[in-house]
Nanobody, 120 residues
Framework: VQLQASGGGLVQPGGSLRLSCAAS????????MAWYRQAPGKEREMVAS???????NYADSVKGRFTISRDNARNTVYLQMNSLKPEDTAVYYC???????????????WGQGTQVTVSS
C-alpha cells in the first residue's frame, strides 16, 4: 500500500487548507484513515481519524476547526483545516490501517508528509 499526500503550503492565520491522501496498491480493506502531525522539536500527534463506517475522532486542539472525511471508493482521506493558527504549523502525515484479508491482521502505512506553515 502506498500513500500520496498533497495540499500543504503556506497560509496566513485564519486561513484554510485542504489536505488529501490517496492510497494505492494492493488494497483489500482499509479500516482506519487518519492524519497526524509533527512540529519541530515535538512528538508526532494524532490530529484526526475516521473509520470505515464514518465515525470520527479529533484532537482537542483542532475540534471545531478541522474536518476529516474519506471517500472509500477512491481510498482517499481528506482534512479540511479552517481557522488555522500558527501553532498548527507542522508536517502532516496521513496514516491508514490496512487489512490484507478478512482475518485479524492489521498493518499501518504512512504517507510521506506534507508541510503546513501558518504565518503572516
Amino acid at each position: 500500500v502506498q500513500l500520496q499526500a498533497s495540499g500543504g503550503g503556506l497560509v496566513q492565520p485564519g486561513g484554510s487548507l485542504r489536505l488529501s491522501c490517496a492510497a494505492s496498491g494492493s488494497i483489500f480493506r482499509i479500516t482506519v484513515m487518519a492524519w497526524y502531525r509533527q512540529a519541530p522539536g515535538k512528538e508526532r500527534e494524532m490530529v484526526a481519524s475516521i473509520i470505515s463506517g464514518g465515525s470520527t475522532n479529533y484532537a482537542d486542539s483542532v475540534k471545531g476547526r478541522f474536518t476529516i472525511s474519506r471517500d472509500n471508493a477512491r481510498n482517499t482521506v481528506y482534512l479540511q483545516m479552517n481557522s488555522l493558527k500558527p501553532e498548527d504549523t507542522a508536517v502532516y502525515y496521513c496514516n491508514v490501517i490496512h487489512s490484507p484479508d478478512w482475518g485479524f491482521k492489521r498493518y499501518p502505512y504512512w504517507g510521506q508528509g506534507t508541510q503546513v506553515t501558518v504565518s503572516s
